[in-house]
């Protein structure tokens, strides 16, 4: 199954603890407190829930789920 922006969102304010709506899709995720780390432990579960093939440098070089979207393959 494909990912979308809104599952995207979802697991990101899910990783933060924060609620999806509060999670812009157009706005640097570093500034919410996302860091290297979960960006690792977003990035492994989309690659075994999801069959995603980004990397860890393409998500960390524009930390936004905008620009993630088309990486990650989302629809």
């Known amino acids: 199954m494909a990912l979308t922006i809104e599952q995207i969102r979802t697991d ?7 609620d999806p709506a509060d999670i812009p899709v157009d706005e640097n995720l570093i500034d919410y407190g996302l860091d290297s780390v979960r960006i690792m432990a977003l990035l492994e579960r989309w690659r075994r829930d999801h069959a995603v093939s980004a990397d860890f440098a393409d998500l960390a070089e524009q930390p936004a789920i905008e620009a993630w979207a088309p990486l990650l393959g989302a629809v």
């Open 12 to 18: 990101v304010a899910d990783c933060l603890g924060e």
